[in-house]
């Protein structure tokens, strides 16, 4: 299982929620949870991006947060509620397991340490949304942009990606030239080549450095909730 909430589970446990995960492609833009829409679904990413936004009335996007192959999308569901305010949709195409919601819950009562490892993956995803709002408040936009664009490269198969500037713009609560600026600079220190909506990372080390504290802080805390036994 490439899904880290589903690797290392016991056999028996493993066992029990196989035969309700299906294999699905995650297509670009797919939307897999709607505004205040019941979520029949829960996504268990292999590969690719789900983005997690917010649509305020002025129709502006933003997002919030983002789902790799750590996590899952649906987690309205195991906190007793059936719907969210947000939208999720596939930022990134990939691939993954798609399972009945109903279905799934039924089985969580079963499988207890499943059970526990979605708790912590929701305490891990909160400290990425928290994260994310600290460092859209303290951090420049190119160090901020760097910090995504190494957490888009750490879920998706070999070095490029499809990514545009929009997307870019939402992802960081910033309008578009000051992204174009942003990309532009990482570019010119030879960290990523950006052409057409295509971003190739080609200096990963060096793209690190010039990332703010928050990509090592948001993934050391995934590694450490999803290690613990």
Same mark, same amino acid.
């Given at each position: 299982?490439?899904? #880290?909430?589903?690797? #290392?589970?016991?056999?028996?446990?493993?066992?029990?929620?196989?035969? *309700?995960?299906?294999?699905? @492609?995650?297509? /670009?833009?797919? !939307?897999?949870?709607?505004? @205040? %829409?019941?979520?029949?679904?829960? /996504?268990?990413?292999?590969?690719? !991006? &789900?983005?997690?936004?917010? %649509?305020?009335?002025?129709?502006?996007?933003?997002?919030? =947060?983002? !789902?790799?192959?750590?996590?899952?999308?649906?987690?309205?569901?195991?906190?007793?509620?059936?719907?969210?305010?947000?939208?999720?949709?596939?930022?990134?195409?990939?691939?993954?397991?798609?399972?009945?919601?109903?279905?799934? &819950?039924? !089985?969580?009562?079963?499988?207890?340490?499943?059970?526990?490892?979605?708790?912590?993956?929701?305490?891990?995803?909160?400290?990425?949304? $928290?994260?994310? =709002?600290?460092?859209?408040?303290?951090?420049?936009?190119?160090?901020?942009?760097?910090?995504?664009?190494? *957490?888009? *490269?750490?879920?998706?198969?070999?070095?490029?990606?499809?990514?545009?500037?929009?997307? +870019?713009?939402?992802?960081?609560?910033?309008?578009?030239?000051?992204?174009?600026?942003?990309?532009?600079? +990482?570019?010119? =220190?030879?960290?990523?080549?950006?052409?057409?909506?295509?971003?190739?990372?080609?200096?990963?080390?060096?793209?690190? $450095?010039? $990332?703010?504290?928050?990509?090592? &802080?948001?993934?050391?805390?995934? $590694?450490?909730? &999803?290690?613990?036994?």
């Amino acid at each position: 299982m490439d899904n #880290k909430l589903l690797a #290392k589970l016991p056999a028996r446990e493993l066992d029990l929620i196989k035969p *309700h995960l299906q294999s699905v @492609d995650l297509r /670009y833009m797919q !939307v897999l949870a709607e505004t @205040d %829409e019941p979520i029949n679904h829960m /996504y268990f990413p292999t590969r690719g !991006v &789900l983005s997690m936004v917010n %649509e305020p009335e002025d129709g502006d996007i933003v997002e919030f =947060a983002t !789902v790799g192959n750590e996590g899952m999308s649906g987690v309205p569901l195991l906190l007793g509620t059936s719907t969210m305010p947000s939208r999720v949709f596939v930022q990134v195409e990939g691939a993954g397991f798609r399972a009945d919601a109903k279905r799934m &819950l039924d !089985v969580l009562k079963e499988t207890p340490i499943f059970h526990a490892r979605l708790m912590r993956y929701i305490m891990a995803l909160l400290n990425q949304v $928290a994260q994310g =709002a600290s460092c859209n408040r303290l951090h420049e936009v190119q160090e901020r942009c760097a910090r995504w664009l190494l *957490h888009t *490269h750490d879920r998706v198969n070999g070095e490029s990606f499809v990514l545009t500037q929009e997307f +870019l713009s939402q992802m960081l609560g910033v309008h578009r030239p000051t992204v174009t600026i942003a990309a532009r600079m +990482l570019q010119q =220190a030879g960290l990523i080549r950006y052409s057409r909506g295509q971003i190739e990372v080609i200096d990963r080390p060096g793209l690190e $450095a010039a $990332a703010c504290p928050c990509y090592r &802080l948001i993934i050391d805390q995934y $590694a450490r909730l &999803l290690d613990e036994t």
